[in-house]
């Protein structure tokens, strides 16, 4: 069984600019949500994903967008990147059925300067 | 006030301690209660997942939950360095993969040799 992974392991960008992180999901898991954990916090929920559309969404701005593909892999987008958006970037993929765990990825590090 | 208040510690134990980690929460429509582990540079994994009120062993692991008081516990017996670790406790209204979690902020725990 394949764990979930995700590309890149971290990254530095500037403010203003644009960033894209990616995330393969578990074998035979069909959702996938992300979520923020800035530095000493607990993760915050982002939005999740099932069947290449938006299934709910957490108090962020629409400058956070994302997308699934048909083989259920997610990208996270972040337009317009601020200071605060300096956080570690879970995704995290499960089965919609059932009482099912949401496995985690080991997140991509994201550093705004 | 936050919906779930964790005391972040940090906590420092000898090898062999019983640990006592705790949560609280506000919103009453949570059922389901988790505990995830945090190592450093790693994403969450699952240690003990709950429904409603009552008990769970799981090996040197018991999690608690009192809804009536809206308090979790999770207690660590015989606890080994390779305990040590962020502690998360998540919260959700249902089971299942597709519903968003709410964490605490997390408790850092070590355990000394």
């Not at chain 1, 990208?75 to 601020?82: F, I, K, Q």
Request: aromatic share 12%; charged share 20%; net charge neutral.
């Amino acid at each position: 069984e394949t764990g979930v992974t995700q590309s890149p392991t971290h990254l530095i960008k500037t403010r203003g600019q644009q960033v894209t992180l990616r995330c393969s999901s578990q074998s035979g898991h069909n959702t996938v949500s992300w979520y923020q954990q800035a530095l000493g916090q607990g993760p915050q929920f982002i939005f999740q994903y099932y069947r290449e559309e938006e299934n709910g969404r957490g108090n962020f701005p629409p400058r956070f967008s994302g997308l699934q593909f048909p083989n259920y892999s997610s990208e996270l987008n972040v337009n317009a990147l601020e200071l605060d958006d300096s956080a570690l970037y879970l995704c995290a993929s499960s089965q919609t059925s059932g009482h099912n765990e949401q496995f985690f990825g080991p997140g991509t590090r994201l550093t705004v300067l | 006030q936050k919906e779930v208040e964790q005391d972040p510690g940090p906590l420092s134990v000898p090898e062999g301690a019983i640990v006592s980690l705790n949560c609280t929460y506000s919103n009453s429509a949570f059922q389901y209660f988790m505990w995830y582990r945090q190592y450093s540079r790693k994403g969450p994994e699952l240690l003990m997942y709950t429904y409603s009120s009552g008990n769970k062993e799981d090996g040197r692991f018991t999690a608690q939950v009192d809804k009536s008081s809206k308090y979790i516990s999770l207690f660590i017996r015989d606890s080994q360095p390779s305990d040590s670790a962020t502690y998360l406790c998540a919260m959700s209204p249902r089971g299942g993969g597709s519903e968003k979690l709410v964490f605490g902020k997390g408790t850092k725990l070590t355990v000394n040799p």
